[in-house]
């Protein structure tokens, strides 16, 4: 089979989806307590937001944020989202009353699920550094413009939808054996990921500067 700057971009995307980040975990969360639907929304979300930045950086953009002072802030700012949205999911894990209703009764909302997983995946524009340098090793590689490029992003963003997509649909058809005292416990479990995260990554973005 010709390995196709779509099919090259799939694979990459693919391999890059094994580095589970807190992301990953904020979908689990609305998996487990919500529908597919739901669940497919915020996958769509994080989809979107990853071409976004693939397209940001295919233009150029992100060679703004090589800069010290710009790459400090946006990982400052990007960190507290991480910390507020893990403080919410914490408090969400410590509700006792979730564990008295049925899962698909949360209130998770295809609009909420979308925005939450949106917010939560522009809150790390670095990812633009980060395509840009995949960009740029695959177009020495091989010897991509332009052109492959562009379809090398799509199929690295196609990979985003098809990863995650297939580990919610999983992590939903498992819904139904998950009790009720699980779904609290991670809940504050990915609370704990997020808060964590985003501290190590303020820490990280105030000694770099």
């Given amino acids: ?17 094994l580095a589970i980040g807190p992301v990953f975990f904020y979908l689990v969360s609305i998996a487990v307590e919500s529908s597919l639907f739901n669940s497919l929304m915020a996958v769509l979300a994080v989809t979107v937001v990853d071409y976004l930045y693939i397209g940001l950086s295919i233009i150029g953009i ?8 710009t790459k400090q802030r946006f990982g400052i700012l ?3 989202v991480l910390v507020v ?11 006792h009353s979730t564990s ?20 939560l995946t522009l809150s790390s524009p670095l990812t633009i550094v980060f395509w840009s340098s995949i960009f740029s090793a695959k177009a020495l590689e091989h010897d991509y413009r332009k052109r492959e490029l562009t379809i090398f992003g799509i199929g690295a963003g196609t990979a985003t939808f098809l990863f995650l997509g297939s580990a ?17 416990s991670m809940n504050c479990l990915v609370g704990l990921i997020l808060i964590s995260y985003g501290i190590t990554r303020t820490v990280r973005a105030v000694r770099t500067g």
């Fill in 1 to 17: 089979m010709v390995d196709t700057p779509f099919l090259n971009g799939i694979k990459t995307g693919l391999f890059l989806q």
């Fill in 85 to 95: 949205f893990g403080l919410v999911i914490f408090s969400s894990g410590l509700d």
């Fill in 168 to 184: 919610m649909s999983l992590v939903v058809i498992l819904q139904s054996t998950i009790p009720g005292w699980l779904v609290e």
């Fill in 100 to 119: 008295q209703v049925p899962v698909n009764t949360a209130p998770w909302t295809a609009f909420n699920s979308f925005l939450g997983a949106f917010i």
């Fill in 78 to 80: 990007g960190s507290l």
């Fill in 62 to 69: 992100g060679t703004l944020l090589h800069n010290k002072k």
